[in-house]
Structure formats: C-alpha cells, structure tokens
C-alpha cells in the first residue's frame, strides 16, 4: 500500500523506487501483487499518461486512510506504555495556525512536556481532509465543519474586515457608494481558504463586481498587498491587529461584514480519538471559556 500512494504521488515507477530505496522490479511486483489481489487495473500507464483509473483512486484514497489508521495505532500503543507521551498531529487553517495556535501550543507545552507537537498550516479544505484520511489528529480551521465523517465545535469568534490601501481613491469620497464599489482589484486567499470563502460570500451577497482578482496564499500576503496598494480584501480582524495594520480597515455603512468562528475539528468516531488529543482538547475548551 505504501509502495503504491508512492507510485501515484510521484507518476513513476522509478521515482517511488528511488524514494522508497527500493528496486524497480520490487515495486512493480508490489502493484501486480495490489492489482491481482483487489482484480482489477489500479494505473493507467499507456505511453502519454500515467494515472490511476477510477477503481485505482478508490484504492489510493483506502490506503491513505489504512496507514493513517496505523500510525494512530502505534502512537495509542506509545501512549498506552507511557502515559502522556507520543505525537500529536496537529492541523490548521492558516489564520488560526499563524496568529492562535501558537499560544495554545505554548500552554500545552508547559503542561505536557514529554508530548511532541507536529504542526501543519494548510488551508480549512486541506486540513479537514487531512483528518479524514487519518494523516492529522486534529483540526484548527475556520469557519463551520459540514462533514458528517468529522465532528467539530467552535472555540473563538472572528470578525471579518475590509482593508482598502492607503491611497485608494475609494479613501478620497464622502460617501462611499454601491456604484463606488464596482469593478475594483480585490485581493483575495486561495481556493479551499475559509477566509475567501467569506470574502466571495460578501461580493456575492453585496453584487460587487470585482474588476479583477488577485490570489495570494497567505495572510501575510494579501496584507502585504494592500500596503502596497494591489487592491482591496476582505481579512480577519486578528490578522489586522497582529499585523498592527488597523488603519487599513475601512468601515463601509451599507456592508455588514461577517462574522465566523474557528473551529476543532476531530473525527466522529469517538474510539479513532487518542488520549493525547483528548487532553488537547480539554485545553482548547478551557480556552473557549476564558474568552
């Protein structure tokens, strides 16, 4: 199974051999041996593709889940023998992962020494699949989980601003208009990020037109492009005030900005839940309560 994501991840059979230190004989002999075992073709490899077919995807994304599971299964064990130890795989949305986290992993530290913190900051739809594949323990995501294979709770309320550069026209009116709005550049986080979501929310709900679009991955980034007056964005206020960037919020009468929450996200079941993670947990709600 592991031979196999390696072939599908990398598209050749010489790459995951090379990776995996092994020959190329040995890995196609572990996908003959998959593709006689589960009776069907797992790679379509005629000369101008290399792609799993649909049967193959629907083994690549078991296999993920499998050693996942297995991973989960030796940190228990580690856990079992002693105590309060192992590895938490720890998910999170980029705003949550670079302006939040980093308190939470401070306090759990302080309390659980002996425990190892393994942190990846991806976007909200990359974590909560990284979940459900079983490759992270637990998620810090924004906005609402609508997964029925995850379970989640919110932790911390955010609001939603909008940023304009310094020198915008949009600065110089009065009275800001709807027509005002129209046709401007607005900068705006990637696919899958919880914060563009929003931000597309608003422009749907408000019919705003955009002029143009420019993506950027990461908070830091889109502030950092409406310092230099790329266009405007829709941002958490924590990023805003982390950043010490609170002139750049321009408060618009006829627009209600949003508000949403960060979330935790874990898996449904409650037995796929370590004692690590439990713990965690208990921290972040203790958090919640402290807001």
């Known amino acids: 199974m592991q031979t196999y994501i390696k072939v599908i991840e990398l598209k050749s059979f010489t790459k995951a051999s090379r990776h995996l230190n092994m020959s190329q004989p040995s890995v196609s002999f572990h996908i003959r ?13 005629s000369p101008k593709r290399f792609q799993p ?16 599971i297995l991973q989960k299964a030796r940190v228990e064990v580690q856990e079992y023998h002693n105590q309060i130890r192992g590895t938490i795989r720890i998910g999170a949305s980029y705003t949550v992962g670079e302006y939040i986290l980093p308190y939470l ?7 659980y020494p002996s425990v190892d913190l393994n942190v990846t900051i991806k ?3 990359q974590i909560n699949r990284g979940i459900l594949h079983h490759e992270l323990d637990i998620g810090l995501v924004e ?3 609508d997964k029925k294979e995850l379970s989640s709770f919110p932790f911390k309320e955010d609001e939603m601003v909008i940023v304009v550069p310094e020198f915008h026209p949009l600065r110089d009116k009065g009275e800001i208009t709807f027509d005002d709005l129209q046709s401007h550049t607005w900068v705006s986080r ?11 929310s608003i422009l749907a709900n408000y019919n705003i037109s955009p002029g ?14 409406v310092k230099q007056g790329l266009g405007l964005s829709v941002i958490s206020r924590t990023v805003v005030e982390q950043s010490h960037v609170e002139s750049l919020i ?3 009468p006829f627009i209600k900005t949003a508000s949403r929450f960060f979330s935790c996200v874990f898996p449904v079941n409650e037995r796929e839940i370590s004692k690590n993670v439990s713990v965690f947990i208990q921290l972040l709600e203790n958090f919640t309560k402290e807001l």
């Open 53 to 68: 077919t649909q049967t193959g995807e629907i083994v690549y994304e078991r296999a993920r889940q499998m050693l996942g």
């Open 212 to 225: 143009k679009i420019i993506t950027i991955g990461s908070n830091h980034g889109v502030i950092e492009g």
């Open 143 to 145: 906005g609402k989980v």
């Open 250 to 252: 321009l408060p618009i």
């Open 123 to 125: 976007n909200t739809e």
């Open 33 to 45: 041996n998959l593709e006689e075992y589960f009776q069907t073709t797992l790679i379509d490899r």
């Open 190 to 200: 990637e696919e899958g990020s919880g914060t563009r979501a929003v931000m597309e």
């Open 105 to 111: 992993l401070k306090a759990f530290d302080e309390t």
